[in-house]
């Protein structure tokens, strides 16, 4: 009986230690495919958190942004130009600086608001000089320029840095157009407004269905009325093509000419189709 014991002993031990490689061999299995689904799922957040930030660049680059040019130092005053840019094209212009008070601020309201136009409709820093205003307007294509060069460095304004291709409706833009379809400008003129001081008449001209220029082809003229209608039709024509609508601003002191650009541009408007 003795010698029995210790063989009892043994085999007691050896089934317990197969019944434990038994158990292990059963555990091993289901943790497996939970290791391999952790592990599988990591490279997928990592693939989609490199996604993200694709998107937000490409969402800065189609976006709306600011670029003020350098101050032109001119004999009369400074002048510095901010552009917006939306899509590589100038949407709008103003000048944040400009000769102030006496001759030279006079001038400066009457010239700067047709730079203003003149540079959204060439998209470039080839506009003209507006008479009387010889100072005002060099510097001002000064500090455009200036603007254009920052908005081609920052890689959103290129097509209005580049070259006149994409400025002002000409022979070489419209054949342009009909190479990619419906981009060819035309030139639409609003019916006449009758106002106590005058008739006022509004001619636009629309590309891609929006207003890249408008003009005053009638207007009240001699006297005061005039003198306010040679101040107003400059601001109301930047605010057509600045709201791509009839929905603008009246400007001081000439409500009646203000009124009739309205009815005008409406007109024109609704021939265009807008």
């Known amino acids: 009986m003795r010698k029995s014991h210790p063989i009892r002993r043994a085999v007691l031990a050896g089934a317990a230690t ?18 391999a689904s952790a592990a599988g799922a990591a490279p997928q957040r990592t693939a989609a ?3 993200s930030p694709q998107g937000g660049s490409g969402a800065q680059r189609t976006g709306t ?27 709008a212009a103003e000048a ?11 001038k400066s309201e009457l010239a700067v608001p047709k730079l203003n136009q003149e ?3 060439s998209q470039s820093a080839n506009i003209d000089t507006v008479s009387g205003a010889t100072y005002t307007s060099g510097g001002y294509k000064k500090s455009l320029q200036s603007a254009l060069d920052k908005a081609k460095a920052g890689g959103s304004a290129s097509g209005p840095a580049s070259g006149s291709s994409s400025g002002a409706p000409s022979g070489s833009s419209s054949s342009g157009a009909a190479g990619s379809g419906a981009a060819q400008a035309r030139t639409v003129t609003g019916e006449a407004a009758q106002t106590g001081y005058g008739p006022v008449q509004v001619r ?11 003009e005053a082809v009638q207007a009240p003229q001699g006297g005061l009325s005039g003198q306010k209608s040679e101040l107003a039709v400059p601001k109301l024509n930047q605010e057509a093509v600045t709201s791509q609508s ?9 409500t009646y000419t203000s009124g009739g650009y309205k009815k005008s541009l409406q007109s024109a408007l609704d021939k265009a189709g807008g």
């Open 65 to 91: 942004r600011s670029v003020t040019g350098d101050v032109a130092r001119t004999q009369y005053g400074d002048v510095q130009v901010r552009l917006t840019v939306s899509g590589g094209r100038i949407t």
């Open 49 to 51: 958190a490199q996604e």
């Open 246 to 254: 009839a929905n603008i601003d009246t400007v001081s002191g000439a």
């Open 204 to 214: 636009i001209t629309v590309s891609n269905g929006r207003i890249t220029k408008a």
């Open 96 to 106: 944040v600086q400009a000769p102030q008070g006496g001759l030279s601020g006079q």
């Open 18 to 35: 197969v019944s434990g490689i038994v158990l292990l061999l059963s555990l091993k299995p289901a943790s497996d495919p939970a290791s």
């Open 119 to 121: 540079a959204v409709t």
